[in-house]
């Protein structure tokens, strides 16, 4: 998972998280073009192929919508506010996601966390203010600035350029996004794969992986029911 990896680095150096947000974008910009929103955009949804490049998974809230939408899902910290404001969306949802991830790339945390409650997190996203940390390069913070904003007349992705005025956007400046389609640039972080097809030697453990399948607690009612 990104995720994995951008937790152990903290953060990402401007150009690696340029990488990965330009490889996200071309996947939006194609699921966008067969009328299909993604809605859930997060670091733990994007996987690292064999060669370091994204792979996007979990289409649970996927949907084609040829117009708008009016269904509250999603993952909190990436709700765009009018998703949150129960208002009926469209495309526009998963470019304010790209600005949440980018700004999480490059800041190690999301813009509108706050202790964890969905609730408080929803009153910050619905303030809309966001404060960048200064290391955060100036072409980037425009960037953000016009992705994530409540003001759809004004958010890139959403205008009629559409996701080309996201692609010609400064800070992509030196991408070349045909070689990028075709996977022509090496990715910044190629993950150490052991074995072939089916390696997990790279997947996060988890402590209930050490328990017994099919074990149970002690059933103090258990007498009470021998042949059930």
């Known amino acids: ?58 289409f649970g809230f996927a949907k084609e919508v040829p117009d708008i939408t009016w269904t509250l899902c999603g993952t909190p910290d990436y709700l765009a506010p009018e998703v949150v404001s129960s208002k009926g969306y469209n495309k526009s949802v998963d470019w304010w996601s790209l600005g949440i991830l980018i700004f999480e790339m490059l800041a190690g945390f999301t813009p509108f966390w706050d202790s964890g409650s969905p609730l408080k997190i929803y009153e910050n ?32 992705g959403n205008l009629h350029g559409g996701s080309k005025d996201v692609m010609q956007h400064q800070w992509f400046a030196e991408v070349t996004w045909e070689r990028l389609a075709k996977k022509d640039i090496d990715a910044p972080y190629v993950p150490p794969v052991r074995g072939g097809v089916g ?28 042949d059930f």
């Open 199 to 226: 390696d997990a030697s790279l997947f996060d453990k988890y402590p209930e992986e050490q328990e017994a399948y099919g074990a149970a607690g002690d059933d103090p009612h258990g007498k009470l029911f021998p």
């Open 125 to 156: 996203i619905l303030k809309g203010r966001v404060k960048y940390p200064p290391y955060i390069h100036p072409d980037a913070q425009d960037l953000l600035s016009k992705l994530i904003t409540a003001d759809l007349t004004k958010r890139l």
């Open 1 to 58: 998972e990104l995720f994995s990896l951008l937790r152990k680095s903290q953060r990402f150096p401007n150009p690696v998280a340029k990488f990965y947000a330009a490889e996200v974008t071309l996947a939006l910009d194609y699921l966008h073009s067969m009328n299909i929103i993604y809605r859930d955009l997060k670091p733990e949804n994007l996987l690292l192929d064999r060669h370091g490049h994204l792979k996007i998974t979990d």
